[in-house]
């Protein structure tokens, strides 16, 4: 159990709570905002801990708290305050922490000593907690993209690797770009990541649309109402990076460079039986008259048959679509090559094979290595677990003078599940 101490707006903590039995308990307060000398810092009689925030501005003292708070594998947290102490530490919880983390604020009588009457703090606390996270050190090394010898410069892309960002928890660092309820890498930390992918790939500062996973074959024509969920964009406007998520799942990019019109599709093995991948490239050619012989794809970081396999159900799909994608189909968890399996079904669709660039591709640089094979450079869901980190595929098209266009926009595909 940890219990957080406010004595930046409350001079009466609550001491009965800090007695109880193996807590860790963290004292907030800076120096400027020390207890006067009316008041009394809390006796922690418990057999846990006492840890002291007392430096730095209010976004790196509950920074420290999160980082501590990881190393002993804790998420839950008392949190003794004043009402107003609650309202700003409520706006630097949504942005420092998830959902895993459980906050249980108990509010104590208001302060009465003239030092502890100050006003709380009105403002949002993004300036403060974005300022400090870029001044922290990047982990693991600089910021390394792939690029496709594919795809055309008039268009801007890559597939992220996992060095270069700020995230410190093991299976998320560092670059990790997807911030999910079920892990620990807060939205602020996970801004961070992006923002600094941005200015290494020179999209900073346009804005990174992520798809939202549905494990579907849902395609959204950008400017379209959004819906909840859908598994790739397409989209023929400039001043906007598409970008697909993957952690053995495939980032997909597509690019036409004769109609300038790009799509990026997130493929997992649900949405690769599905068809995503020829939804994506039939919404190009029927909304933007993209020819299918103009349109060059490219197939990211993702899981290699190596490492994946599916239970013999699953599996059944891909020997269908053709037997080459399990190797082994009398295994009780065959192996299975949802790369082979998207490549078939992208040239079933028109795609020509030499305007498809993935891991049987051998007379260009690689883009699309096995993100469970190699830890040091890519996130993996099959070889970390649940708490697993997230790169994206990202895409965009260049500005070209004279050129603009908003297509008007639509969702094609079937709800997926």
């Given amino acids: 159990m940890a219990v957080l101490v406010d004595l930046t707006h409350s001079c009466r903590p609550g001491a009965s709570l800090l007695q109880e039995a193996d807590s860790h308990v963290f004292l907030l307060y800076g120096t400027a905002s020390r207890p006067g000398p009316g008041c009394s810092l809390p006796s922690v009689g418990c057999s846990g801990s006492a840890h002291i925030l007392d430096s730095g501005s209010m976004a790196e003292r509950l920074y420290r708290l999160k980082r501590t708070l990881d190393e002993l594998d804790l998420s839950s947290i008392t949190v003794l305050t004043s009402c107003r102490g609650r309202e700003v530490l409520v706006r630097y919880q949504e942005m420092l922490f998830t959902a895993v983390y459980s906050f249980d ?60 960002g700020v995230s410190y928890i093991p299976t998320l660092s ?21 923002r600094r992918l941005a200015v290494h790939a020179g999209f900073h ?32 406007q400039r001043g906007v990076v598409l970008a697909a998520p993957g952690a053995d799942c495939m980032p997909i990019l597509f690019a036409d460079p004769v109609k300038k019109v790009i799509g990026a599709a997130h493929a997992g093995w649900r949405g690769t039986v599905m068809g995503v991948a020829p939804a994506t ?49 009398e295994s009780a968890k065959p192996h299975v090559d949802i790369r082979l ?13 030499e305007n498809i660039h993935e891991n049987m591709v051998a007379d260009r640089p690689s883009v699309t ?8 450079d890519f996130f993996s869901h099959v070889r970390d677990g649940v708490n697993f980190g997230t790169q994206v595929g990202f895409l965009w098209i260049k500005e070209t003078k004279g050129q603009d266009g908003d297509p008007g926009s639509q969702t094609i595909g079937k709800e997926g599940s």
């Fill in 369 to 376: 290595p096995c993100t469970s094979c190699n830890p040091d």
């Fill in 205 to 236: 500062p346009l804005p990174l649309r992520l798809v939202k996973v549905n494990h579907a074959n849902d395609v959204l024509v950008l400017g379209n109402p959004e819906p909840e969920s859908y598994d790739s964009m397409v989209t023929n």
């Fill in 174 to 194: 560092s670059l990790n770009l997807f911030c999910s309820s079920k892990r620990r890498d807060p939205t602020a930390v996970v801004a961070e990541n992006r």
């Fill in 105 to 164: 604020y108990r509010v104590t009588d208001e302060p009465t000593c003239s030092e502890c009457r100050g006003s709380a703090h009105t403002d949002s606390p993004e300036p403060e907690v974005s300022a400090f996270l870029q001044q922290l050190p990047a982990l693991k090394g600089h910021i390394r993209t792939l690029r496709s010898t594919l795809i055309p410069d008039c268009f801007g892309h890559g597939f992220s690797t996992r060095s270069g």
């Fill in 281 to 329: 490239v039939s919404a190009m050619v029927t909304h933007f008259g993209c020819r299918h012989s103009d349109i060059v794809v490219a197939v990211g970081p993702s899981v290699g048959v190596c490492c994946f396999v599916l239970d013999k159900e699953q599996a059944a799909d891909f020997i269908t679509l053709h037997p080459d994608c399990v190797p082994d189909p």
């Fill in 341 to 353: 399996a998207n490549r078939v079904l992208l040239e079933k669709c028109g795609i020509l094979p």
